[in-house]
């Protein structure tokens, strides 16, 4: 059985403490890109246990369960484990406020990557020297694991030695990969809801469309958005 699980457990302080979830993004609240996207696929949340009655009241076609530790998405992803590793082959895991528009979602074992702005820099282009802003391909919050044994040691071998600190995610993909390769997965139509001027720029949730909209330019292995 695919499953997946929503990580929204944390302190959320880019948000003022809210939960992303609930806030709205392209006109409606984040849970529904999530349940736009994970349609058919049986979902769980994992939140703060004071936001569970209004998580579970807002996205009702998901179980939610509390988690009251901030220990990072690798320690939320412990707490589920815990309850659902025996009944799953595979699992998607999905940051919060990570939002894709409807697409497949591979099996096996990846990270989603996209394309996200770098710093402003003088490039060189087939017609000269430029300036533009390079897009590197970076993970971007949503992954898949298809061998729950595995990932549950590989937590296990993250977590053994973090005494409840925040754990980033990178941690957990370098101990699973030991065991499983973990490729690459580009994802399209991706959109941060992490903080308020990411939110701005996220599309009407109706109108949001599988093609990125940004106009981007071939420059050797950079996409660049230019400047001139």
Known sequence: MRRAVILAAGKSTRLGGENKLLVEAGGVPVHQWH?????????TI??????????ADAASWAKVIPHDKFDGPVGALAAYL???LDRMDELIVLFADTLLVPQPLPERSWVGVAPAPARTWDLYAPWGWTR????LPVCVGVYSFDYPDRLRRAVKRATEHSEGKDLPM????NEYARSTPLRDNPVRGWYDAGDTDAIRRVPNFE??????????????????????
Do not use: K, S
């Open 46 to 55: 994992i939140t703060r246990p004071e936001d569970v009655t209004a998580v």
């Open 170 to 173: 990178i941690e957990l993909l």
């Open 132 to 135: 533009g802003v390079p897009y």
């Open 207 to 228: 109108g949001a469309l599988l093609e990125d909209p940004t106009r981007l330019e071939t420059v050797g292995w950079l996409d660049v958005a230019l400047t001139r």
């Open 82 to 84: 815990q309850i659902y």
């Open 35 to 43: 349940e736009r996207l994970l349609r058919d696929i049986p979902t």
